[in-house]
């Protein structure tokens, strides 16, 4: 069988957050564990697995993600924007919930979408499984988000 490459200059994505206002109404010291010992790690993995043809220029985004706003409309050095929102709802079937808001013009690959962390569910112990099973869910939603949706 003879493999077929598309040839593109591959390189690997560059994930940047932006926080809504249910994130930011959270205490900062939530706010903090959420962005160190959650996002970032994640960012970082997620910066040295997925390869993409990058945004050449300026990401160009528009103001809103479905009903949640961007805090701003152009992004540098950046092929992917994930708003993060947050809750605390014991009520609802969900750990996660993510979706794509806005496509490339061109490739109609995702270049930005949310992130709603349940934080009734989402473990918050800085202990090792703890941190694999947070990695993991940001890792299943930002498969969604990607484009791999039911």
């Given at each position: 069988?003879?493999?077929?490459?598309?040839?593109?200059?591959?390189?690997?994505?560059?994930?940047?957050?932006?926080?809504?206002d249910?994130?930011?109404?959270?205490?900062?010291?939530?706010?903090?564990?959420?962005?160190?010992?959650?996002?970032?790690?994640?960012?970082?993995?997620?910066?040295?697995?997925?390869?993409?043809?990058?945004?050449?220029?300026?990401?160009?985004?528009?103001?809103?993600?479905?009903?949640?706003?961007?805090?701003?409309?152009?992004?540098?050095?950046?092929?992917l924007?994930?708003?993060?929102?947050?809750?605390?709802?014991?009520?609802?079937?969900?750990?996660?919930?993510?979706?794509?808001?806005?496509?490339?013009?061109?490739?109609?690959?995702?270049?930005?979408?949310?992130?709603?962390?349940?934080?009734d569910?989402?473990?918050?112990?800085?202990?090792?499984?703890?941190?694999?099973?947070?990695?993991?869910?940001?890792?299943?939603?930002?498969?969604?988000?990607?484009?791999?949706?039911?």
């Amino acid at each position: 069988m003879k493999a077929y490459y598309l040839k593109a200059p591959w390189e690997y994505m560059r994930v940047k957050f932006d926080y809504d206002d249910r994130f930011m109404a959270f205490p900062k010291k939530t706010q903090d564990y959420v962005k160190k010992n959650i996002l970032l790690p994640f960012a970082k993995t997620m910066e040295n697995t997925i390869k993409i043809k990058r945004v050449k220029g300026d990401l160009k985004l528009d103001a809103r993600c479905f009903s949640w706003s961007l805090s701003k409309t152009n992004w540098t050095g950046v092929d992917l924007v994930m708003l993060i929102s947050m809750e605390a709802r014991s009520d609802v079937p969900y750990i996660a919930k993510s979706a794509a808001c806005q496509l490339d013009n061109g490739s109609f690959r995702p270049n930005a979408g949310v992130i709603v962390l349940n934080l009734d569910y989402i473990a918050k112990t800085p202990d090792h499984k703890a941190l694999v099973t947070n990695h993991l869910i940001l890792f299943h939603e930002t498969t969604h988000t990607l484009g791999f949706s039911p």
